[in-house]
């Protein structure tokens, strides 16, 4: 069964680093979204690309994160640096949907990477 | 703006004890309603998704149901692999982005 893959699964840094997190979603989706997900919280968006393009970074904070989907499949989000507030779980999700696709389709998260700042 | 909010934020059943989670939103121009499960330190796994009021759809001790305001996730007989956290996450017409709630944690205990 295709799966969404995120690396790291854990990933802890200090405050002032970079960190880097990659996420391969399922062949042949064209959607893909990074959420960030405080423990007690439900995932909040963070950026959304349709193939290599920025949908919405609206909520992404842009003076320190930054993501890219170069070739409009396999994507990295970055921070730089680091925080204490950013320590959380980050969810890469992918779905079907694509330009002149009609309907709505479900998205399928990846495992998660949990970041821990020190 | 779009608000989702989840009741109860936590639910501890006997196995066999049937309940109900609830989902009220308020999104402008509901496009979809979706239900996930998660579970500790995993991402969250598709359940279901409701289109439209009257809307109901089953998945073995599951079954979740759509009114205009909001949405119950009914939960039969559990059995303690039920435990998890349950999201909810209305999608309105002005983006794909899923509004998430902040969830329900569920422990069905022997």
């Known amino acids: 069964e295709a799966e969404v893959a995120q690396s790291p699964r854990y990933k802890i840094t200090e405050k002032s680093q970079a960190v880097a997190f990659w996420c391969d979603p399922i062949?042949?989706?064209?959607?893909l979204y990074w959420y960030r997900q405080i423990l007690g919280q439900g995932p909040e968006l963070l950026v959304q690309?349709?193939?290599?393009?920025?949908?919405?970074d609206s909520q992404l904070p842009k003076d320190r994160f930054s993501a890219e989907r170069l070739k409009g499949v396999d994507s990295t989000l970055k921070i730089q640096p680091a925080e204490l507030g950013d320590s959380a779980m980050y969810l890469c999700?992918?779905?079907?949907?694509?330009?002149?696709?009609?309907?709505?389709?479900?998205?399928?998260f990846g495992p998660g990477t949990r970041l821990t700042v020190l | 703006e779009d608000q989702v909010t989840q009741s109860p934020e936590a639910l501890r059943l006997q196995e066999g004890e049937s309940s109900s989670l609830n989902c009220s939103y308020t999104?402008?121009?509901?496009?979809?309603l979706f239900w996930y499960r998660q579970d500790p330190g995993k991402g969250p796994e598709f359940l279901f998704t409701?289109?439209?009021a009257g809307e109901e759809k089953e998945k073995e001790r599951l079954k979740a149901t759509l009114t205009k305001k909001e949405s119950f996730l009914h939960i039969t007989a559990p059995k303690p692999e039920d435990s998890a956290t349950y999201l909810c996450?209305?999608?309105?017409?002005?983006?794909?982005?899923?509004?998430f709630g902040k969830g329900t944690s569920l422990l069905v205990t022997p």
């Open positions: 999700a992918s779905s079907l949907q694509g330009r002149g696709l009609a309907g709505f389709n479900e998205q399928f």
């Open positions: 062949s042949g989706h064209a959607t």
């Open positions: 409701l289109y439209s």
């Open positions: 999104v402008s121009g509901l496009r979809g």
């Open positions: 996450a209305p999608n309105s017409n002005s983006g794909y982005a899923l509004n």
């Open positions: 690309f349709q193939d290599e393009s920025v949908v919405d």
